[in-house]
């Protein structure tokens, strides 16, 4: 059974990197034909897509934040990664990772993490 | 892209139907069949409950469609539980610039 699970710093300073890790069991990032993306919910509001790569390695990005973002694969760790430059308090959110078959179809979710961006 | 709108409440009574619409533009739900449907219970991750505007995934009741007409889409919930007290957000693809675009989220109350 497919399980996702985030891990990441709770807390981070403003203008810092936060990074964050999804690990992946039940399936391999590198042999199926998925998208493995992230999407955030700051508290009390809705959700918003961060960007998705696919499994051959191409990334999408919110253009909102593209400049900002990074998504990498460790297919030795089966995991995959967000890098999130230059926070501020606004990025304070539940940071989620999924798969999806269809970048918009995010059929498996993980928990979610809370990142808490203050000094 | 700007969020697709969803209204922030709905609200039935156990056994009544209530439809949730979320509306955007030609260049998002109108134009193509990728809205998806997500429910949210306080503290837990949102579960999909439709995707192709109106395919349920496996293990979803049929007390859930969805539906489309021009920019609008439509989640309808029927003979309501106590459990389908949730938020809601609707999502579709926006194109290749901007992929996947949420609306605000509908919370519905069953009363």
């Known amino acids: 059974q497919l399980q996702l699970q985030e891990s990441g710093p709770g807390l981070v300073k403003p203008s810092e990197t936060v990074s964050l890790t999804c690990s992946v069991s039940?399936?391999?990032?590198?042999?199926?034909?998925?998208?493995w993306g992230w999407i955030r919910q700051p508290p009390g509001k809705g959700l918003e897509w961060i960007g998705s790569i696919y499994y051959s390695g191409s990334t999408y990005y919110n253009p909102s934040l593209k400049s900002r973002v990074t998504i990498s694969v460790d297919t030795s760790k089966n995991q995959f990664s967000l890098k999130l430059s230059s926070v501020t308090a606004a990025d304070t959110a539940v940071y989620y990772c999924?798969?999806?078959?269809?970048?918009?179809?995010?059929?498996?979710w993980g928990q979610g993490t809370l990142v808490t961006v203050s000094s | 892209q700007s969020a697709l709108t969803q209204p922030p409440t709905a609200s039935g009574s156990p056994g009544q139907s209530v439809t949730i619409s979320c509306t955007g533009t030609s260049s998002d739900v109108g134009g193509y069949n990728y809205v998806s449907w997500y429910q949210q219970h306080p503290g837990k991750a949102p579960k999909l409950m439709i995707y192709a505007v109106t395919k349920r995934p496996s293990g979803v009741p049929d007390r859930f469609s969805g539906s489309k007409s021009d920019n609008t889409a439509s989640l309808t919930v029927s003979r309501l539980l106590a459990e389908d007290e949730a938020d809601y957000y609707c999502s579709s693809y926006a194109g290749s610039n901007n992929p996947v675009i949420f609306g605000g989220g509908t919370k519905l109350t069953v009363v």
């Open positions: 999924a798969r999806s078959i269809i970048m918009t179809v995010l059929s498996n």
């Open positions: 039940g399936d391999s990032i590198s042999s199926s034909s998925y998208y």
